[in-house]
């Protein structure tokens, strides 16, 4: 198993960027490939970025590309989630989830491991 703790959150004027972080213990982490979801008050969670492994391969919300960049450093076992030109939209709980493998997935089904989110607000 894996246990997984976010950080970096906080509160943002529309324009800004934030970088999360999520920091992982457990069982090597570079086994499990690694994704941000995000969940709004009265919202369904809703997927943000995914990424392998290795990082060989990133996928996106149409709404975040461009604009947001998911990366890791498994030496570190962390993954990172870098928001720019941030959005009052944006603002949410941002939760990172992990997933033991190598395709990353864009389903909150898909995954087993949840930290317990951290979070964004945009301000106008």
């Known amino acids: 198993q894996v246990q997984l703790v976010e950080s970096g959150g906080g509160l943002v004027q529309a324009g800004g960027s934030l970088r999360l972080s999520c920091a992982a213990s457990?069982?090597?982490?570079?086994?499990?490939?690694a994704a941000w979801f995000r969940q709004a008050p009265g919202k369904e969670r809703e997927f943000v970025a995914a990424?392998?492994?290795?990082?060989?391969?990133?996928y996106y919300a149409d709404s975040m590309k461009g604009r947001f960049t998911i990366s890791r450093d498994n030496a570190k076992s962390t993954v990172y989630l870098q928001m720019n030109s941030l959005k009052p939209e944006d603002t949410a709980i941002y939760y990172c989830?992990?997933?033991?493998?190598?395709?990353?997935?864009?389903?909150?089904?898909?995954?087993?491991?949840w930290g317990q989110g951290t979070q964004v607000t945009v301000s106008s």
């Open positions: 457990g069982r090597t982490f570079n086994i499990y490939s």
């Open positions: 990424l392998s492994r290795s990082a060989a391969n990133t």
């Open positions: 989830t992990a997933a033991y493998t190598d395709v990353p997935q864009t389903t909150s089904a898909a995954y087993a491991y």
